[in-house]
């Protein structure tokens, strides 16, 4: 089993900065993709960007140019830095580990609450 524990959610004003940090624990391994999604209140949730074991990343169209994903494969922990935050970003973040490849599907977090004022 592997425990994501997320952290630096919070509230900012429109236009600030967070970043958002999640450690991977335990059989950690089997894990190659990380990534970070949210989920807005009456929403489904979404993939905000991912980032693969050998550092290639991927991004929603809502946040390209504002955030960055970011992996430290030595501690397994991967980090969301998000930028020009808007009201619309408002939302439960969580982290999500793929670990298929050893056909031990999906580990998520817990989610980090991150609330943008305008």
């Known amino acids: 089993q592997v425990r994501l524990a997320e952290s630096g959610g919070g509230l900012v004003q429109a236009g600030g900065s967070l970043r958002l940090s999640c450690a991977a624990s335990g059989n950690t391994i089997c894990i190659s993709v990380m990534g970070w999604y949210r989920q807005a209140p009456g929403k489904e949730r979404e993939l905000v960007a991912s980032v693969t074991s050998g550092l290639s990343t991927y991004y929603g169209d809502s946040v390209k140019g504002r955030f960055t994903i970011s992996r430290d494969n030595a501690k397994n922990t991967v980090y969301l830095q998000m930028n020009g935050l808007k009201p619309e970003d408002t939302a439960v973040y969580y982290c999500?580990?793929?670990?298929?490849?050893?056909?031990?599907?999906?580990?998520w977090g817990q989610g980090t609450q991150v609330t943008v004022s305008s």
């Open positions: 999500k580990a793929d670990r298929t490849r050893c056909a031990l599907g999906y580990d």
